[in-house]
């Protein structure tokens, strides 16, 4: 694990004095990468993304929160950056710097008034994960092994003004105003600072593990209140390993179909019956075994998204078979989901509708099959070759403007996360799931 961080940048002033920073050394790797190629040295492309992204990685992970959060979803989007930066904030998923033993124990004493030497009777004060909200010790109470999550000092603070910082930047690059990102941006800002708030994790955790009992192959952790406050959460420590350790022990395609087929069944079962999904599906929130021929455990509650009614019926209205086989009937579903505006014009209009024919058929595939082969790759590759299809389309490129319900967003999220990890685990699974 890298060196602990000793302090952390909290205010809006420091952490805007960082991205500049950051933004300076950026701009002198491409004066060295252009001044190099000027003399006929040798300098790459290549280089170049290597050079930023670590600089980028390093102001990431110093600042932790929403920021980090934010590489931590594009590392999902395994086709959307350059490999340099792709393998940089894959990191995120599992570990950054931790922060040092000093600042930890300062947090449980504004918690709790105790140390927590005197909380637990045995506590690691190195972070055995680290992340982007906060890090991961181990504590025994009671002979209980325990995960203890302490949050990161000063996050929740500084996930609005890391948002108001970042905003203009971006509507400046897309070429928006605020009103046509608003809710969007609402959405994501309101999903991050839900995931700083660990009293309202404990209950979901609690909540949802109680409702899953019944599917197969499935570990939740206990939680524990007394240990617990908005900012520290403790729980039972599960056993396992992460995604990439777990494969490298090479088990069984018997071993991997029960995983996956359990990951599947549990993402099925909170939103057909839930109504609510575990919206943070990157590997360092699973921990794979291969007792009793394979199980999952399932960590980290703290992006929980909430699903409507009227978007739950919509959404599945999409994928579903007679809609892709019925124009009309799609057209008016995507009028309703804001895809599709009465002002485009009749040749635009028409360019939507093609496109989202051509990729809800495609997204929507695996739960319109009664069995699905995930370690097939050529199905992720047609799924990012059809992303590279669309960004490369001119007419398309023109359009920047987002569209459709802000809902959308951590449900399209949540099921590129899942299919990416079935994928990886090469699972096949049963996939008859009632869509409406």
């Known amino acids: 694990m890298d060196e602990p961080q000793t302090s952390l940048p909290t205010t809006k002033v420091a952490r805007a004095a960082r991205f500049a920073k950051t933004g300076f050394n950026v701009g002198a790797n491409y004066v060295k990468h252009y001044a190099k190629r000027a003399v006929g040295a040798e300098s790459t492309t290549e280089d170049l993304h290597t050079a930023n992204a670590a600089e980028l990685y390093g102001t990431l992970s110093e600042m932790k929160g929403s920021v980090l959060k934010v590489a931590q979803m594009l590392a999902m989007e395994k086709n959307m950056l350059p490999t340099a930066y792709a393998d940089q904030f894959a990191k995120a998923q599992y570990s950054t710097p931790p922060l040092s033993g000093p600042l930890v124990i300062k947090s449980f004493r504004d918690a709790f008034g105790k140390s927590p030497f005197q909380l637990f009777d045995e506590f690691e004060p190195e972070a055995r994960q680290a992340a982007s909200i906060g890090q991961v010790h181990f504590a025994r109470k009671d002979g209980k092994a325990l995960a203890v999550k302490v949050q990161y000092p000063g996050v929740a603070d500084s996930i609005k003004s890391d948002i108001r910082l970042v ?199 695996p739960f319109r099959q009664a069995t699905f082969d995930f370690g097939d790759p050529s199905y992720m590759a047609a799924l990012y070759a059809l992303g590279d299809d669309l960004m490369a389309d001119p007419e398309l490129r023109k359009q920047r403007e987002p569209r459709g319900s802000e809902h959308f967003i951590y449900l399209n999220r949540t099921y590129v996360g899942l299919f990416a990890l079935l994928t990886e685990l090469g699972a096949v699974i049963e996939t008859h799931i009632v869509l409406s």
């Open 167 to 365: 905003k203009p930047i971006a509507l400046r690059v897309m070429g928006l105003n605020e009103a046509q990102v608003r809710p969007y941006l609402e959405e994501v800002e309101t999903r991050l600072l839900e995931e700083t708030d660990y009293t309202l994790e404990l209950r979901r955790g609690q909540e949802i593990a109680a409702r899953c009992q019944e599917l197969k192959n499935l570990e939740f952790p206990a939680y524990y209140p007394e240990f617990s406050t908005k900012r520290i959460l403790t729980m039972d420590w599960l056993g396992g390993q992460h995604l990439k350790e777990f494969l490298a022990t090479t088990p069984t395609q018997e071993v991997r179909n029960q995983l996956g087929q359990a990951l599947w069944n549990f993402y099925q079962f909170q939103f057909n019956t839930l109504h609510q999904l575990h919206a943070d599906p990157h590997p360092g929130n699973f921990l794979l075994r291969v007792e009793n021929g394979g199980t999952l455990g399932v960590l980290d509650f703290g992006c929980v998204k909430d699903v409507p009614m009227d978007v739950y019926h919509l959404f599945t209205a999409l994928l579903a078979a007679e809609t892709i086989a019925d124009e009309s009937r799609l057209a008016e579903l995507l009028t309703e989901a804001g895809v599709l505006r009465s002002t485009d014009a009749p040749a635009m209009w028409a360019l939507y509708l093609r496109t989202m024919q051509v990729s809800l058929e495609l997204v929507g595939r």
